[in-house]
């Protein structure tokens, strides 16, 4: 037992009903105390933990409230602050201002300022001499007078206030002059609570501490901590003789109550402390693990979680890491991101945000985001997932889709419509325009949290109720007006050193705490870790707003960097030397985060020292001394605390001899293997795509289903990912982030530029009017600008330089269109345009609301559908179906290629739905297929394919369709062809192609004879 802790007890039996009150830094402090000594052998009575703030308040506040005057809220500083330097009078001295607007800044400034508050130092006596600069002490002098002026003008008392009201007031003091009282030693106070514990009624016992040889006094502690009673150490086990951490001498014991060892990382080393205290059995409320950082108590919190074993954690867990923190920052992420659709997808597949839309699951939801291409910016989603609802309601609507479909499809566009819903009401949350006054980012983001960000534990209850009370805090910055940069990142600060679920160390539960809190739950086994160079005590930094010659010089009282090492040393080592039981000291040699070394810290130095003084210790010995670093895999399986755990130390041993065991007891993992395995083999296996009860299902032949050449060319390309899309219904997760240099995707921008050319082009039919660039040029601009403005309102370009480029680009091209169409007229005459067959017409004269059958020549037949960019009658009377291309001269399988292996099937199909639609008025006509590229990219390129083609077409489209019914869904070869945009190449995995082209050539492979046939068709 502590000296201390041995006092109160003494105190307890002497002094039974007396008052004794034990002055404490905190409530969870003084708890603890009371529950040891209640715990030990003797009972208390009377016995009263307070803080200096619990003293005063009562003293202070019926003066304060006569007064009007209410508590300043605790979390409002930073923020205040921010305020009140960027409202200084601008005429006025600058030395902090142009870093006001910094959540950091705002924060140091804040700490400080309050420190020179609890100091009692106000405005007018921030002397001029303490500063080298002028402007420096100016403009600190003016905010630390317009806080002053705040807190008056509002009727507020900050602590500061209070203690200064309390010790006006010493007759109201909780504390009798007949009582006693004691400090807990060692504690360094603020002065002006000093000042009130020094003028406190009663009688005072002076408290005992340890005296630990060797160690320095704190210059600070003589004048502001309790003058305390040194008690020699006399160490009764090798744990003990950490008092003697500074000073190593005497003989060490032969008990094994004082350990230590390294890890490979601080996984590793985490994992071996749960594995030791499983080991050494024994209740968890014996353990307590301290470390340096809080950060890292949060490290053995998710490992606690992750083993289901009752941890309390006295630091507290970031409130980033709950679920509402999470979602708040991803909240963040994605309106600084221009609420791109991939951020929220992620956000939805994180699961941290609550999807209150009838059953719709967020899987669906991010699913349904992905099928409507959304992509960012606010109008996006009304655009997209509205289209979606409409499409999916027109396919539902459709008889020729059998029953099950139709409802499934319904529902799905129900589903779009809620989701819409949801996502508008998340959008509402988001101040438009962004420079907006900070209460609505607040409000939005409070709102957020409440309503949006998903709640599974305790914790994150506790965790939403401290993030919506610290930005309900920044409130005090309300009317300000920020971009939405600053706005995001002064909401992000807020989570900064935000912790929740702080607690004591309480019964059942294993206790983390820090290093400079360790030990007061007197807990009989205790690891220290996380002891690294450079990690344990804080580095010797003068603070930001004050420099170290400026503190000494207002007030001795104020802390200098070297104060605050030296008294964290005192502190830590103090917390070492009163341990006792048993103390495992551990350090990780390997940062992994940062991937590099690190070294222990000189505590283990010391601490070897102090186990074997006459070791002649250096830091290459001690890692030699620690020996083999441990490892997140235990040694022995049976040490193992989970089945990962188990399995891996196993794998140390085992060899390929084990492995039949393991697959009889993982069915799912022998199951791999055998897919594995099939897919490594020159066999074509189902594993590969073979499907043989898909075909017929697939097949337009034989289910009656109407396909378009765009399908029947995808097959073509990829059997495999036809598969996946048409025969399974997948989407690919597409989580790619928006490029910030291209605005209008290649698919949109051919969408847009054909809707141009049909609708410049039919307006001259109809009129009989010649195309020329300069009459027509103007209108053509104008259409292509309203284009690009309708599409800007759904979805916003990246920034408007992209925009103006990309806009330049477009109508450059569109005024080469006409160009070529005047130089071309005379050797075509258009006839149609955007010509549909087995869909709406828009009035063509030539479309059809029916599909066209192809016959394909052996008595079975299809049904085909699509829409011919343009129909010309050519000078000789003969027609050429043209189909547009707006990107760079390139076709799949090459220009000079006729089919392609089925990769080009456009040209031949719609010239054969074009005799059948011109059959009408021409039953001999004639017609060919072409390819046309009027573009700058496109180099006006146009490749024609002649009539023939059109009856080995039918060859061809039999080989595919025959692969289609064989179910043959194999992998393309050609991975540099076809896969290079594949949106699904992470199903795949790299080989795929290698594996395809394998099992293609093997002759063999009697099913995929009709690819091979296929592939021939060039
Ligand atoms: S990545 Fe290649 S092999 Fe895989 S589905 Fe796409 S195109 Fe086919």
């Given at each position: 037992m502590s000296p201390f802790l041995a006092q109160l007890a003494e105190l307890c039996r002497t002094e039974r009903t007396r008052a004794k009150w034990v002055i404490v830094p905190t409530?969870?402090?003084?708890?603890?105390?009371?529950?040891?000594?209640?715990?030990?052998?003797?009972?208390?009575?009377?016995?009263?933990?307070?803080?200096?703030?619990?003293?005063?308040?009562?003293?202070?506040?019926?003066?304060?409230?006569?007064?009007?005057?209410?508590?300043?809220?605790?979390?409002?500083?930073?923020?205040?602050?921010?305020?009140?330097?960027?409202?200084?009078?601008?005429?006025?001295?600058?030395?902090?201002r142009g870093l006001a607007d910094q959540p950091q800044m705002a924060e140091a400034l804040w700490t400080t300022l309050a420190e020179l508050r609890m100091a009692g130092i106000t405005a007018t006596a921030l002397p001029r001499a303490a500063f080298a600069n002028a402007s420096k002490h100016a403009e600190l002098r003016a905010l630390l007078a317009s806080y002053e002026e705040h807190l008056a003008a509002r009727g507020l008392a900050d602590r500061a206030l209070v203690y200064h009201e309390a010790r006006l007031h010493p007759d109201l003091c909780p504390i009798?002059?007949?009582?006693?009282?004691?400090?807990?030693?060692?504690?360094?106070?603020?002065?002006l609570e000093r000042r009130l514990l020094d003028a406190l009624p009663g009688a005072r016992v002076v408290p005992r501490a340890l005296d630990l040889p060797g160690l320095d006094v704190p210059r600070r502690m003589t004048s502001l901590a309790a003058p305390i009673a040194a008690v020699a150490p006399a160490p009764a086990s090798n744990a003990e003789r950490l008092a003697l951490l500074m000073s190593p001498e005497g003989a060490p014991g032969s008990d094994e109550t004082l350990t230590m060892f390294s890890a490979g990382g601080r996984e590793a080393e985490i994992e071996e402390v749960f594995r030791r205290i499983a080991r050494a059995g024994g209740p968890l409320d014996e353990v307590e693990i301290a470390c340096p950082m809080p950060e890292q108590a949060a490290l053995v919190w998710e490992k606690a979680q992750r083993h289901e074993w009752p941890v309390t954690i006295g630091p507290g867990i970031p409130a980033a890491l709950t679920r509402p923190g999470r979602a708040l920052l991803a909240f963040c992420e994605w309106v600084a991101g221009g609420l791109a659709a991939s951020r929220l997808r992620r956000m939805l597949q994180s699961g941290d945000v609550r999807l209150d839309a009838d059953g719709l699951s967020a899987g669906q939801a991010a699913r349904l985001l992905s099928r409507a291409r959304a992509t960012w910016g606010r109008q996006t989603y009304a655009a997209a997932l509205g289209q979606l609802a409409e499409s999916l309601r027109v396919r539902a609507a459709d008889p020729e889709q059998p029953d099950e479909a139709r409802a499934r499809l319904g529902e799905r566009a129900e589903q779009a419509e809620r989701f819409l819903r949801w996502v508008t009401e998340l959008l509402?949350?988001?101040?438009?325009?962004?420079?907006?006054?900070?209460?609505?980012?607040?409000?939005?983001?409070?709102?957020?949290?409440k309503t949006f960000a998903r709640k599974a534990s305790e914790l994150d209850g506790e965790a939403t109720v401290a993030l919506t009370e610290a930005l309900a805090d920044l409130r005090a910055l309300g009317d300000l007006v920020r971009p939405a940069s600053d706005a995001l990142a002064l909401i992000r600060g807020r989570l900064d050193g935000l912790t929740v679920g702080g607690d004591r160390a309480r019964p059942g539960h294993l206790h983390v705490t820090t290093l400079a809190d360790a030990g007061y739950a007197g807990r009989a086994r205790t690891f220290v870790i996380a002891l690294e160079e450079g990690g344990?005590?804080?580095?010797?930094?003068?603070?930001?707003?004050?420099?170290?010659?400026?503190?000494?010089?207002?007030?001795?009282?104020?802390?200098?960097?070297?104060?605050?090492?030296?008294?964290?040393?005192?502190?830590?080592?103090?917390?070492?030397?009163?341990?006792?039981?048993?103390?495992?000291?551990?350090?990780?040699?390997?940062?992994?985060r940062q991937a590099r070394a690190t070294f222990p810290s000189w505590v283990l130095l010391?601490?070897?020292?102090?186990?074997k003084p006459e070791g002649g210790w250096t830091y290459d010995r001690l890692v030699e001394?620690?020996?083999e670093p441990v490892s997140a895999v235990p040694a022995e399986p049976s040490q193992a605390l989970s089945d990962a755990g188990w399995w891996l130390a196993g794998l140390r041993r085992a060899d390929a001899s084990a492995l039949p065991a393991v697959r009889e007891g993982f069915p799912a993992l022998a199951q791999g293997a055998a897919a594995e395995a099939a897919r490594n083999s020159d066999e074509f296996t189902p594993y590969d795509g073979l499907v043989p009860g898909a075909g017929p299902r697939l097949d337009p032949r034989v289910s009656g289903a109407t396909v378009s050449p765009t399908s029947l060319e995808d097959l073509a390309k990829c059997p495999f990912r036809y598969f996946l899309q048409r025969g399974l219904g997948l989407d690919a997760v597409d989580d790619a982030e928006p490029n910030p240099d291209v605005w209008l995707d290649p698919m949109i921008r051919g969408s847009i530029m054909h809707d141009l050319y049909a609708t410049i082009m039919r307006a001259l039919r109809d009129r009989g009017e010649t195309p020329n660039p300069a009459r027509h040029?103007?209108?053509?601009?104008?259409?292509?600008?309203?284009?690009?403005?309708?599409?800007?309102?759904?979805?916003?370009?990246?920034s408007d330089g992209v925009y103006e480029r990309e806009e330049r680009e477009l109508l450059n091209d569109l005024a080469l269109f006409l160009k070529f169409e005047a130089e071309d007229h005379g050797q075509r005459k258009p006839l149609g345009f955007e010509v549909a067959f087995g869909?709406?017409?828009?009035?063509?004269?030539?479309?059809?609301?029916?599909?066209?059958?192809?016959?394909l020549g052996d008595g079975r037949s299809f049904r085909l559908r699509g829409r011919i960019d343009r129909l010309d009658q050519l000078a000789d009377g003969s027609y050429e179906v043209v189909d547009y291309k707006t990107g760079r001269a390139f076709l799949p399988g090459g220009l000079d290629a006729t089919f392609a292996g089925g990769r080009q099937l456009q040209h031949a199909l719609y010239a054969l739905a074009a005799v059948k639609l011109l059959r009408e008025t021409d039953p001999e006509a004639r017609v060919v297929g072409s390819y046309y590229f009027p573009t700058t990219r496109g180099r006006r390129e146009r490749q024609v394919r002649p009539a023939s083609t059109q009856a080995e077409a039918t060859v061809v489209l039999r080989d595919l369709l025959d692969l289609l019914a064989a179910g043959t869904f194999v992998h393309t070869p050609n991975q540099d062809a076809d896969c290079r945009f594949c949106e699904f190449s992470r199903a795949c995995g790299p080989r795929a192609a290698d594996r395809a082209k394998r099992k293609i050539d093997r002759a063999e492979n009697a099913t995929l004879e009709a690819y091979r046939k296929l592939n021939a068709h060039d």
């Open positions: 409530h969870t402090l003084g708890h603890t105390l009371g529950e040891r000594l209640a715990l030990g052998e003797n009972g208390w009575a009377n016995l009263r933990f307070t803080t200096p703030l619990d003293l005063a308040l009562p003293m202070a506040a019926p003066f304060l409230v006569r007064r009007g005057v209410d508590p300043a809220p605790d979390g409002i500083g930073p923020a205040l602050i921010m305020r009140l330097l960027l409202e200084l009078p601008s005429a006025g001295p600058t030395y902090f009798q002059p007949t009582d006693l009282h004691v400090e807990l030693p060692t504690i360094i106070w603020s002065p509402g949350l988001v101040p438009e325009p962004s420079p907006a006054p900070l209460w609505q980012w607040l409000d939005g983001a409070i709102a957020f949290v344990v005590f804080p580095a010797l930094v003068e603070d930001p707003v004050l420099l170290d010659a400026e503190r000494k010089t207002i007030d001795p009282d104020l802390r200098t960097s070297e104060d605050r090492v030296g008294e964290a040393l005192y502190r830590i080592v103090s917390r070492l030397a009163a341990l006792g039981g048993q103390v495992c000291l551990s350090y990780s040699g390997r940062d992994l010391q601490a070897v020292r102090v186990l001394e620690l020996g040029g103007p209108r053509l601009r104008e259409l292509g600008l309203e284009a690009l403005a309708a599409h800007r309102t759904l979805v916003p370009p990246p869909g709406a017409t828009e009035g063509e004269a030539l479309g059809r609301r029916e599909p066209i059958t192809i016959d």
